[in-house]
Each structure stands twice: as C-alpha cells, then as structure tokens.
C-alpha cells in the first residue's frame, strides 16, 4: 500500500518547521520556546500553501505567540528552502491548535469528579 505523497510532505515539513521554529525563536526574547509545539502541517495539494498547527502553553499568550510566529514564516520559510528540495516552498500560516489544551481540560474535570456512591473507600 503506497504512502500518499501529500502525508510524507506534511510530515517532512513537521519536522523541519519543528527544527527550524527552535532556530529561528532562541533569539526571539518575547517568545518562550519551550512554551510552543508544532503539532500538524497540512500542505495544500499544490505544495504552495501550508498551514502549520501549533499548540502554546500559556493561554493569555496566544494572540502575541501566532503574532511573532507569523513575523518569523520568512525565515523559517527561506531555511526549509535551503534543507528540503521541493519544487515550490510553501508559504505558511500559524494556526492554533486547541485540541491539547481541551483534552487536558477534560483530564481535569475527570480528576475532580467525586467517587461514584459505594467505592469511597476504595483504593484508585
């Protein structure tokens, strides 16, 4: 079964824009790189557009994050241009990714929820 060529770029390019978003952030003071993750790329089938899906810690930040990180889609663009040979770079967008903030959201209420009524004293 052949793998689908739009999934091996999609992935190709997560690990780039991964290495390179490190690169590019550490001089980048505003932006704590350890507070953002890249969780998805999802190239258009042209390879002209990309969106990239990040995932930030601190929630009040988010707006200032996608802010810099759309600041920073040149350079990261011209370094994913220079390591990977593709016929066009694609121009990327930053969109944030909640699906890791909900399902932590979700792992929280589960753990303040009380016991159901006759486990009380039981050990978890």
Request: net charge neutral; proline share 6%; charged share 30%.
């Amino acid at each position: 079964m052949p793998v689908n060529r739009l999934e091996r770029v999609n992935a190709l390019l997560l690990r780039e824009i991964a290495d390179d978003l490190y690169r590019v952030l550490q001089s980048d003071a505003e932006i704590d790189v350890a507070g953002v993750t890249v969780t998805k790329v999802s190239c258009a089938p042209n390879l002209r557009d990309a969106t990239v899906w990040v995932s930030i810690r601190d929630a009040e930040e988010h707006p200032k994050y996608l802010r810099r990180l759309s600041k920073h889609a040149k350079e990261i663009q011209a370094l994913i241009n220079r390591n990977l040979t593709l016929r066009f770079t694609p121009h990327l967008r930053f969109r944030l990714d909640v699906g890791i903030a909900k399902g932590d959201r979700v792992l929280d209420i589960l753990n303040h929820l009380p016991p159901p009524a006759g486990e009380e004293g039981a050990a978890p």
